[in-house]
């Protein structure tokens, strides 16, 4: 049984705001699933959904294997969620959130450990308004982490996070994952979706445009590499002009960026430009997580996001 499943999620604001439209994807138990997409993709929006905070246009999803709409109540038992920015009162501490949480939950954890786990223990003394955006984002975590879910939903869980504090945070979500734990979290941190995710899924103006792990995502986005020359002239593009791989070629000054979609075409690039502007220098670059995180939302249904929203949706369990 899948930890998430959703079958044709959609919702619709209005009479043309579609922010996520036909959303279907599983996630195994123990998966530590990314949720990647530019501002605006609908990833708050979907986390919301499975959360019955809003309720869908059309589709259904189950957590957890119960009816995300009917079965809510049951489900929060089993889950910790990290909403995007909880806003804490002046009234509590950060140790009476966590107590509350555990109360409210009917869970027997003990608050000092979750607070020495998120790192706010010795604060948690203090109004929780007062704290930093980085520490409400560790109590919030802990109080997620309450009761031992069995699925964790983390909306943009680094959100403002020191680098100790997303290293923590990592090595929590780690932890958790291998006792069992499902993670889902949103993020549009390529680097942080890198070093903790087994899969991912890409959205683009509310559409599922590719879903695998990074690696893969890579190879289909043709695993495009840049070489850069440095040369004793400037060059001109006719050099390279006949190499079909070749797919873009950039010049600033005396330096040549070529784009190919061959790594093996490279040499020849070398070659020509040798012959032409004398090279002096040369560097290598593989796809960039941000450039390969460009080629799959910029182009949104059309081009290659297509292709891939459509080779993907063929490999959704439902
Ligand atoms: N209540 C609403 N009414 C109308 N439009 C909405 C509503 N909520 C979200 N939207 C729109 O739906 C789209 C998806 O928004 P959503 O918040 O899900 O994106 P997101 O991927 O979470 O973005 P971010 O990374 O900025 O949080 C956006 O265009 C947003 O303006």
Same mark, same amino acid.
Not at 211 to 219: A, C, P, S
Not at 252 to 264: F, K, S, V, W
């Given at each position: #049984?899948?930890?998430?499943? =959703? ?16 959303? !279907?994807?599983?996630?195994? +138990? ?6 990647? &997409? ?6 708050? !929006?979907? *986390? ?14 189950? *957590?957890?294997? #119960?009816?995300?709409?009917? @079965? ?31 109360? !409210? +939950? ?48 983390? /909306?943009?869980?680094? $959100? ?12 929590? *979500? ?6 069992? =734990? ?28 590719? #879903?695998? =792990? ?10 495009? @590499? ?17 190499? !079909? %791989? ?14 190919? $979609?061959?790594?093996?075409? +490279? ?6 430009? %040798? ?5 002096? /220098?040369? $560097?290598? /670059? @593989? =796809? ?11 182009? &949104? ?6 292709? @891939? ?10």
């Amino acid at each position: #049984m899948p930890s998430i499943q =959703t079958n044709g999620l959609t919702k619709q604001f209005g009479d043309n705001m579609v922010a996520v439209d036909d959303l !279907t994807l599983s996630i195994e +138990k123990g998966e530590i699933f990314g949720f990647l &997409g530019p501002n605006g993709a609908g990833k708050s !929006t979907t *986390i919301n959904m499975l959360l019955d905070f809003i309720r869908p246009t059309e589709g259904s999803a189950q *957590i957890l294997g #119960m009816d995300a709409q009917k @079965e809510t109540a049951a489900i929060r038992e089993r889950i910790g969620v990290l909403p995007e920015g909880y806003e804490f009162d002046k009234y509590l501490t950060g140790r009476e959130y966590i107590e509350w949480t555990i109360e !409210t +939950k009917a869970a027997d954890d003990d608050p000092d450990e979750i607070l020495d786990t998120v790192g706010i223990r010795d604060d948690a003394g203090r109004n929780a308004s007062s704290y930093s955006t980085g520490m409400q984002q560790r109590l919030a975590f802990g109080m997620a982490l309450v009761n031992d879910p069995d699925l964790l939903i983390l /909306d943009e869980p680094s $959100a403002g996070l020191d680098p100790n504090g997303i290293q923590r945070m990592r090595s929590l *979500i780690r932890d958790r994952a291998d006792n069992g =734990t499902t993670v889902f979290f949103s993020s549009h941190l390529l680097s942080e979706v890198e070093a903790v995710c087994d899969r991912v899924g890409v959205m683009s103006e509310g559409q599922l445009v590719a #879903m695998d =792990t990074i690696g893969e995502l890579r190879k289909k986005a043709g695993g495009r @590499e840049s070489i850069e020359l440095e040369c004793a002239t400037q060059p001109t593009t006719d050099a390279v002009d006949d190499l !079909t %791989d070749v797919s873009e070629v950039l010049i600033d000054g005396t330096t040549l960026t070529a784009y190919c $979609a061959d790594p093996a075409v +490279k040499a020849d690039v070398v070659r020509q430009v %040798d012959v032409q502007a004398d090279v002096v /220098d040369i $560097a290598v /670059d @593989e =796809t960039s997580l941000e450039e390969l995180f460009n080629q799959y939302t910029s182009g &949104g249904r059309d081009g290659m996001a297509q292709e @891939e929203a459509d080779t993907e949706s063929t490999e959704v369990p439902v």
